[in-house]
């Protein structure tokens, strides 16, 4: 973009900032629910609450088959860091 296009765009910069913003967050908050390690801790806090009898089976088998999904896309996808961050 020449120079008279960024004078024109000019009073849109704050809006185009803030638009990074949000797309860095989102990056990031996928990047943290994918994460297998992050899956892993919550499958076995999952099954603590069932031992503890604080859920019934059939929300146990609910949640674990969502969050087995969450692991498979992030196999899937190939982006995985595995430190739980």
């Known amino acids: ?15 185009r900032g803030s638009a990074w913003a949000v797309r860095q967050v989102l990056r990031e908050a996928e990047r943290i629910y994918y994460d297998p390690a992050t899956v892993r801790a919550e499958l076995a806090r999952l099954e603590e609450q069932l031992e503890a009898g604080e859920i019934t089976a059939e929300e146990f088998d609910q949640r674990e088959d969502e969050l087995l999904d969450r692991l498979e896309t992030a196999t899937r996808s190939g982006d995985t860091t595995g430190n739980g961050t």
Not at 1 to 15: H, R, T
């Open 1 to 15: 973009m020449g120079l008279i296009g960024e004078v024109l765009m000019l009073p849109f910069a704050p809006v």
